[in-house]
């Protein structure tokens, strides 16, 4: 795996892991709802799914961060796999936001975008580069 897949990786690993805690643990308070573009009518319905989402981020950065390590110290097949596959997920699960927001599930409208982008983005670029 070149370097730009493995920057790409690392850069939708910490992006994960960042916004991970303030999904799980802030969602509650107003300035983690802003941060995440999400207007929630009754906060308390929301926390499961949102911990969920968060703890799903966490997985997913972990598994990268992991495989980028089994390749350097030596693993590279297996850490490659890993990459792609926790790559794979990292841009099916902001294609999924994406098309949520589409149809009409995101409040408000729209505020996906920065979500898809920031999350869909590294590891679409991993999964070009690695081509190369």
Request: glycine residues 10%.
């Amino acid at each position: 795996m070149n370097l730009v897949a493995q920057i790409a990786a690392i850069f939708g690993a910490v992006t994960l892991s960042v916004v991970a805690p303030f999904e799980m643990f802030f969602y509650a308070r107003p300035f983690a709802r802003k941060l995440l573009h999400v207007d929630t009518k009754n906060v308390d319905d929301a926390r499961l799914w949102a911990f969920c989402i968060g703890a799903r981020n966490l997985m997913a950065a972990a598994g990268t961060i992991i495989g980028l390590v089994m390749m350097w110290t030596g693993d590279v097949p297996t850490g490659v796999v890993i990459v792609m596959t926790a790559s794979w997920y990292m841009l099916l699960s902001a294609i999924a936001m994406g098309a949520a927001d589409l149809l009409g599930f995101w409040r408000p409208r729209g505020g996906s975008l920065t979500g898809v982008l920031g999350s869909g983005i590294p590891p679409l670029v991993v999964l070009i580069a690695a081509l190369f």
